[in-house]
């Protein structure tokens, strides 16, 4: 729950994990994170203080315009393959609405605009989904596919996105409860190539917010922050 220390996570970094405890309050994420350049959107990704994270900080991902998809690309990690990822995330705003996506983890993003993406949607009904998508190139893209989940801004949420070989698999639980055993998104694309990782946006009318992001390659498992 916010509004308190989470108490049961003991931090863990290493190269390709961290809580952003190591990286200072600013208004740009520094600490290996670039902000690609491809598309002319903006967007902000700034750590803050957060009494509420694992480390005391964490990552506001914020867009400030609607022109198309946007990543802050971990370069700390490098162009990798066979990537799995790890996210504790926070919903700050939830969108109402239109077709709308927000907390977006990309993988293996050849570019800016052609990433491989796990996102929460909002569609025209207001139906909430967890969906898989893969960019366009040009700040659009295709759904793959997804599921109906009823996530909002209370909770925290665990993401975990891998993409080994040819396949793409996603999975999101709430905070505190048990990770699934099974895959809730699972698809085939021969097309998937070796990229970036990182965090993006796409729409303006929602953000969120990061307190955990770990990448595994090698067809590893992206680790928690207890080990």
Known sequence: MLGQVIPSIQTRRSLNATDFGEASVATM??????VGTTLTS?????IVASATSIS????????TTSDGYRLVR?????SVSDTEILALLHLVQDPAGTDTTTGQMTARAASDGDPYYVCLPVEVSSSKKFEIGEGD??????????VSKS???????WIRFRLVGSSIKGKMWQY?????T?????????TVASGYVGLGMFYTDANYAVLWYSVATDGATAPSPGG
């Open 182 to 190: 099974t895959w809730e998104l699972d698809f085939t694309d021969a």
């Open 74 to 78: 971990w370069d700390r990690v490098g």
């Open 29 to 34: 994420i520094g600490n290996g994170w670039t």
């Open 42 to 46: 903006n967007l902000t990704a700034a």
């Open 151 to 157: 996530w909002d801004t209370t909770n925290l949420w």
């Open 56 to 63: 005391g900080k964490r990552a506001n991902i914020v867009k």
């Open 176 to 180: 505190q409860t048990a990770e699934a």
């Open 137 to 146: 190139g040009a700040g659009g893209g295709a759904r793959l596919g997804n």
